[in-house]
């Protein structure tokens, strides 16, 4: 079975600029999470999808970050304009039921 | 709110040796998941162990066991026979079983060396 699938890999952006992250879970799991994780930190959720409905997004900073789930499948997670604390590794999960499996991430660098 | 607190910043073992890895959580539920995960260097998030609230039965895998102590809101990972590939960074967390949000809170991880 295919793991969950994340891209790019690496980026580097400087500070004001937008990037986008890719996800592709695995297949048939109708849970979908975003997690951001700053150095020497846990990873902390920001934003859960069900299908293509959101079912958290209390800790999503909705001025700069958003997401999306089209189709219930693929998702991608958006910021624009970044800051420098925003640099971090960036978890797509998936789930079925209550175990969530996790894609490599993306490492964002902001200069 | 749900908070995870791992006390152990670093901890390190001796190849072959026995470690144990400390974590404590705070919930007001009564039904929740528990679980450890293994975070190997530049290497993606994978399940060591996990443990339903509603078990008593402490939860083996292998050479990882756990100890959970429901009432103290303990959950330790027990790491036996311990090899140069368990090296990592080891995350506690902990999801809600109820509610329709099964985010998971993670702690802030002990990274782990194993000394050859």
């Known amino acids: 079975e295919a793991g969950v699938a994340q891209s790019p890999r690496y980026k580097i952006i400087e500070k004001r600029q937008s990037v986008a992250f890719w996800c592709n879970p695995i297949?048939?799991?109708?849970?979908l999470y975003w997690y951001q994780q700053i150095l020497g930190q846990g990873p902390k959720l920001l934003i859960q999808?069900?299908?293509?409905?959101?079912?958290?997004d209390s800790q999503l900073p909705k001025d700069r970050f958003s997401a999306e789930r089209l189709k219930g499948v693929d998702s991608t997670l958006k910021i624009q304009p970044a800051k420098l604390e925003d640099s971090a590794v960036y978890l797509c999960?998936?789930?079925?039921?209550?175990?969530?499996?996790f894609g490599p991430g993306t490492r964002l660098t902001v200069t | 709110a749900q908070t995870v607190t791992q006390s152990q910043p670093e901890m390190s073992v001796q190849e072959a040796e026995t470690v144990t890895l400390s974590c404590t959580y705070d919930t007001s539920e009564s039904d929740y998941y528990l679980f450890w995960y293994k975070q190997p260097p530049s290497r993606q998030m994978i399940l060591v162990i996990r443990?339903?609230?509603?078990?008593?039965q402490n939860a083996t895998e292998n050479r990882f066991s756990v100890n959970f102590q429901k009432a103290a809101k303990s959950f330790s990972l027990k790491i036996s026979d311990s090899q140069l590939g368990d090296a990592a960074m080891y995350f506690c967390?902990?999801?809600?079983?109820?509610?329709?949000?099964?985010?998971?809170?993670f702690g802030k991880g002990t990274k782990l060396t194993v000394n050859p």
């Open positions: 999808f069900q299908n293509n409905g959101v079912v958290d």
């Open positions: 967390a902990y999801s809600a079983a109820q509610g329709g949000s099964e985010k998971l809170v």
């Open positions: 999960a998936s789930s079925f039921y209550y175990e969530q499996y």
């Open positions: 443990q339903e609230a509603y078990k008593q």
């Open positions: 297949s048939g799991h109708a849970t």
